[in-house]
């Protein structure tokens, strides 16, 4: 196997040294996590269960205990890479420097809608589970928000140092209501088949009002 085809997980542990037996665990938690993420995503999580998971990874239900401590832990897993992906994905779109904040703001969160689109049952679980999740969970879910949050933070820091915003916003608040507005609209995905046309258009909507009205210069 080359370098290419690891896994990101197993590249950014690339400075230690890694057993071939290290090795090996690493690549049975990333069969277990596609297993899971993928009967999931077909399922739902309730119906996708610990069993199917093995096999469907090719592996014993004794390998998933193995690896971690329960279906609910192995979800949260799941979760949390997909949160890893999408903040690089709109860390990415970021830096393509789109010419307005608002259309900066648009595209990172159109990114992240495409992503989710692609396994809607999923995010669906996701939400579902949200009031069950452990601390643990939930605090590394936060953590990976909080990234996402200082891309977006970074986009009106941007424009407020290029004078296409004022200079004495609430950037904080600002992103909170953008955030907010991005995340309830999922509902409308899940619920009302709303299409990443849809989804993109209202989130433009939400803007246009957010936007003159909490942060954009008013004009002389």
Do not use: C
């Not at 690493?26 to 996590?33: A, F, N």
């Not at 390998?63 to 329960?70: H, I, L, Y």
């Not at 950037?171 to 609209?185: F, G, T």
């Amino acid at each position: 196997m080359t370098m290419n085809h690891i896994p990101a997980a197993l590249m950014a542990l690339a400075g230690a040294p890694m057993t071939r037996r290290g090795l090996a665990k690493l690549r049975t938690r990333e069969t277990l996590l596609g297993a899971a993420k993928r009967l999931i995503t077909e399922r739902g999580y309730e119906d996708a269960t610990v069993r199917d998971i093995a096999k469907a990874a090719g592996l014993s239900t004794g390998a998933v205990f193995a690896n971690f401590t329960d279906k609910s832990d192995l979800f949260h897993q799941v979760l949390s890479e997909d949160a890893r992906v999408l903040a690089e994905t709109m860390r990415q779109v970021a830096a393509l420097r789109e010419v307005g904040v608002r259309e900066s703001l648009l595209t990172i969160l159109a990114s992240g809608y495409a992503f989710h689109l692609k396994q809607l049952p999923l995010l669906q679980a996701a939400y579902a589970e949200s009031w069950r999740r452990d601390p643990s969970g939930e605090a590394a879910a936060r953590g990976w928000t909080r990234q996402i949050i200082a891309i977006l933070e970074g986009v009106l820091r941007q424009a407020i140092a290029n004078g296409e915003l004022r200079s004495d916003i609430d950037v904080e608040l600002a992103v909170d209501l953008i955030w907010r507005a991005y995340q309830s609209n999922y509902r409308l995905a899940i619920y009302d088949g709303f299409d990443l046309d849809a989804l993109t258009g209202r989130l433009e909507r939400q803007l246009d009002l957010i936007l003159p009205s909490l942060v954009l210069r008013q004009a002389a």
